[in-house]
């Protein structure tokens, strides 16, 4: 699918959705996101809750996720044309909303991008909604491109340090939030993973693995799965 980049309004939605798989944001982090909290050179995201609309009101710094070049580009692409196209400061929205006016007819047309931010996520649902009815596909929330990065660094990290990582880079305190909360397998890789684990495995366990520490984890895992039983 070709996404349509013709007007400031298609580009913004395209770097959206980029966006999304590219930081993990939540739908109300993204509506109330600034320019400045961006840092395209560092390609890192600070969400200060004193400006950006965070879960539990929680500040802290994520590093882009490693999902391939075409996000990263489009998003970089989109900021250019913010700042050097439309004269956008670091103070303005980084995703703004539409602005409306009055065609020819009278009647209530979008004439472009405003310097306001979106009161709310519904508009940020409404660009997934097109994108995946575009793409021929059902609809998918924004939030399930959290659960989309859960999974890539449940394949990716070879090490419990390197899961705590990922796990913050979310924004989780614990990685056992991460895991517990978003690490659901689907059925068809479950099966897949099953059928696998009975062939032979001439190095069942990644160079530099701390036992000790992955003990720690499952250790933790299961006194979470357990208070929640109790509660």
């Known amino acids: ?5 013709d007007t400031a309004i298609e580009r913004r939605d395209r770097a959206l959705v980029a966006f999304a798989i590219l930081t993990g944001a939540r739908d109300g982090a993204l ?8 840092d395209m050179s560092a390609q890192t995201l600070f969400q200060d809750a004193r400006e950006v609309r965070t879960k539990g009101r929680k500040t802290f710094t994520s590093i882009f996720f490693p999902v391939g070049p075409e996000p990263l ?5 989109y900021v250019a044309m913010l700042k050097h196209d439309l004269g956008f400061s670091d103070d303005d929205p980084l995703f703004p909303s539409t602005q409306i006016g009055r065609g020819e007819d009278r009647g209530f047309i979008a004439q472009g991008l405003s310097r306001n931010s979106w009161s709310g996520a519904g508009p940020i649902r409404r660009v997934f909604c097109d994108a995946f009815a575009r793409a021929g596909l059902p609809y998918a929330k924004p939030h399930s491109f959290r659960d989309t990065l859960a999974r890539l660094g449940q394949r990716i990290c070879r090490t419990p340090e390197e899961w705590k990582v990922w796990s913050q880079n979310l924004g989780h305190e614990s990685e056992a939030t991460t895991f517990v909360g978003y690490g ?9 993973i099953m059928r696998a684990l009975g062939a032979p495995r001439p190095d069942p366990l990644p160079a530099g693995l701390d036992i000790a520490a992955l003990r720690a984890f499952v250790q933790s895992v299961e006194a979470i799965n357990t208070s929640e039983c109790a509660s």
């Open 1 to 5: 699918m070709k996404w349509p980049t």
């Open 31 to 38: 509506a109330s996101l600034r320019l400045k909290h961006i």
């Open 73 to 77: 580009q489009i998003v970089g692409d």
């Open 184 to 192: 659901h397998v689907p059925a068809d890789r479950h099966a897949k």
